[in-house]
DNA sequence: AGTGAAGTTGACGTGAACGTAAGGGATACG
DNA sequence: CGTATCCCTTACGTTCACGTCAACTTCACT
C-alpha cells in the first residue's frame, strides 16, 4: 500500500483552509509534513491530525488547547508518567467536552422554546389581519 | 417588584467579568444597562442576556453571532417580516448548534475510546515492569 | 473642604489566528 | 532558454476580544 501523498494545494481543496493556515499549523506544530526538497507532503496521518484540528476549533478549543490533546493521540513512545499525565489532561478535556454539551442541550432546548412561541406569532400574524391591510 | 438593580461591579463578582468587559459588550451592542447619572445599573434582563453571551461564547460564536441571537430573544414589536426573518436565522442557528452537538459527541466518544486505550496501557506498564526498576 | 472608593470615557497595547504581499527557488513545457 | 506554475520563507498587517493605563467625575464620609 504505497503511502497517499498530497500537497498542500490538495489538501486545501479537501480541507477547505489555505496554505497559510497550514504552514501556520506545522509552525505551532500541529502538523509535520514530510519534505520532499522544499515542498510539503501529507500522509494520511495529517489528514487525520487536520480534522481534528479543525473539528476542535468548532468546538471552540484554542489551536494550544488542540496540540495538547492531539499530543495524546499519538502517544508515541513516552514513558508512563508522560502517559498518566496526558491521561489525566484528556480527563479534564472530556469533562469539558461533556460539560459544553449538555450546556449546548440547554441551549438548543431554549432555542426551540423561543422558536415555538415565534411560529405561534406568526401563525397568528398570518390568520388574522391585525394592522396592515393586503 | 422593585426591579433589582447590579451595579457594574455586582456583576463583575456575580458573572466573572471585568468592567472593561461589560463595557466592552455595551459597546457591541449586546448589552445595554439603564443610567443613573453617568452609571450603568443593570436589570434582569442584561443579567439574562449577559448569561445568554457568557453560554454562547463556550460554543464557539463571535459576538456579531450572539448579538445576532440575542435580537431574535427579544423580538420586542418588530412587524411580520422581521419576525419571518428572525425565524429564519434561528433555524439556521439551531441547525449549527445541533451539528455542533452530535459532533461533539463523536469527538467525547472518540475521546473515552483513546482513553480507554491509554488506560489499558498504563495497567499493563505499572503490572508488569518493562524497563526502569523501582 | 478633603479624601477615598467606585465609576466613567478615551486611547493604546496584546495574544491568537490567520491574511497578505514581497522576493526567491524548483520543475515542466514549448 | 524563457516563462509559467507551484511552492517556499520572511515579515508586516488585520480582526477579535478584551487588558491596561491615564485623566477625569461623582458620591459617601468625615
Given at each position: 500500500m504505497p503511502e497517499h501523498y498530497l500537497t498542500i494545494r490538495q489538501m486545501c481543496d479537501a480541507y477547505d483552509v489555505t496554505p497559510r493556515t497550514l504552514r501556520f499549523y506545522e509552525a505551532k506544530e500541529l502538523l509535520s509534513p514530510v519534505r520532499q526538497g522544499t515542498r510539503r507532503l501529507y500522509t494520511r496521518r495529517e489528514r487525520a491530525r487536520l480534522k481534528l484540528v479543525l473539528r476542535g476549533k468548532r468546538f471552540g478549543f484554542s489551536l494550544e488547547d488542540i496540540r495538547q490533546l492531539l499530543d495524546l493521540y499519538d502517544?508515541?513512545?513516552?514513558n508512563l508518567a508522560q502517559i498518566q499525565r496526558a491521561h489525566e489532561l484528556a480527563k479534564e478535556r472530556l469533562g469539558d467536552m461533556i460539560r459544553q454539551r449538555d450546556e449546548l442541550t440547554v441551549a438548543i432546548d431554549d432555542l426551540r422554546q423561543q422558536m415555538d412561541w415565534g411560529s405561534e406569532v406568526i401563525a397568528s400574524l398570518t390568520s388574522t389581519s391585525t394592522s396592515a391591510a393586503e
Open positions: 502517544t508515541s513512545g513516552q
